[in-house]
């Protein structure tokens, strides 16, 4: 009986092909595809096209033998479950894409100890580099597990410029701001639910709070840490509340524990924003659904994934064009204010 041979698999397009589709060299397309410059925007721009179109693959093992390179970088997120964080790996993916990197996304579920581990672990796996968001690490031991990679990001998180580059988002100035318009609409009765201790964000929207409440001769009624999400709000809420009557603000670390806060807010009867205004901060869609729609501090938050894998990968390439880049948030008033 005569057998029926399968055909073999179709080639996967080469750069040949890529330069082939876009009119340039070989070396040009090659150029481009490295981020190594030489080429016009219009030029970047067709091969870029060509290579989606033909869903072209770099070899990064053929390119890592002769760099001592794995074109391979990685994300560290405190929690994958915040809608926050998956719009800044969404980002950071698109931009290593173009660049031919691929992405290792990493959750260690708030907790410094996985994150020390991750870190670890990526730099066994060879990274070219590592993006840390909102990092649970306390400083020294931050520096210790971030120093050893080739190149680091850390996003709202300190650090010396020689080790990593940094974005900051400006959120004292941010909560500085949206607290006197408040103070200025007859708010006099602020609570503050932060996240946890090793927060530095956290650390930087208390401080906003205190600056705009101290040049009008307020002080902070009350205060709770949480565990940043939606039953962390809920947790928080009910012991500020059983803590005491007369709060007519409640300001939260995000938009995840002020949701659980309107939650109970609701539960205890309290009308909001009557009786009690809320404020959130991140922008998270869920925000604009709830009832009524929370007010919140707004970051564009693909932009900066965006940049901070951008920032990574001049790092890689020993481009440190821009070390450090500070991002404004912006008021966003709905229902809760």
């Not at 007369?246 to 995000?254: H, K, P, R």
Request: aromatic share 4%.
């Amino acid at each position: 009986m005569q057998r029926t041979l399968k055909p073999p698999p179709p080639r996967g397009a080469t750069l040949s092909d890529v330069a082939a589709a876009a009119g340039v060299s070989t070396m040009t397309a090659s150029r481009v595809m490295n981020g190594r410059g030489g080429a016009s925007e219009e030029t970047k721009a067709r091969v870029l096209a060509a290579a989606t179109t033909l869903s072209y693959r770099p070899n990064s093992f053929a390119r890592g033998l002769k760099g001592d390179r794995s074109f391979t970088v990685g994300i560290v997120v405190p929690d994958i479950g915040n809608p926050f964080f998956p719009e800044i790996i969404k980002g950071a993916e698109l931009a290593a894409r173009a660049r031919g990197f691929t992405l290792l996304t990493c959750n260690v579920v708030e907790d410094p100890e996985r994150e020390a581990e991750v870190l670890a672990t990526l730099l066994d796996r060879r990274v070219d580099g590592v993006i840390v968001c909102s990092a649970r690490l306390e400083d020294k031991r931050l520096q210790e597990a971030i120093e050893p990679h080739r190149a680091a990001v850390l996003i709202n998180r300190p650090m010396s410029r020689r080790i990593a580059g940094t974005i900051e988002i400006d959120f004292r100035t941010g909560l500085a701001a949206a607290t006197r318009l408040l103070i200025d609409r007859g708010r006099r009765r602020f609570a503050y639910i932060g996240g946890l201790a090793t927060s530095h964000s956290g650390r930087m929207r208390r401080a906003g709070i205190i600056d705009a409440l101290t040049e009008h001769g307020l002080e902070l009624a009350l205060e709770e840490a949480t565990t940043p999400n939606l039953e962390g709000g809920v947790d928080a809420a009910r012991r500020l509340l059983e803590r005491g009557t007369g709060i007519d603000t409640v300001i939260c670390y995000n938009d995840l524990v002020a949701i659980g806060a309107m939650s109970v807010i609701h539960e205890r009867g309290f009308v909001i924003p009557r009786d009690i205004a809320v404020l959130g901060c991140d922008d998270i869609l869920p925000a604009r659904l709830v009832n009524p729609p929370l007010s919140t501090m707004h970051v564009a938050k693909q932009d900066l994934g965006d940049a901070a894998m951008r920032m990574l990968i001049d790092r890689i390439e020993g481009r440190n064009l821009q070390q450090s880049i500070t991002i404004e948030p912006e008021l966003i008033e709905r229902g809760t204010t």
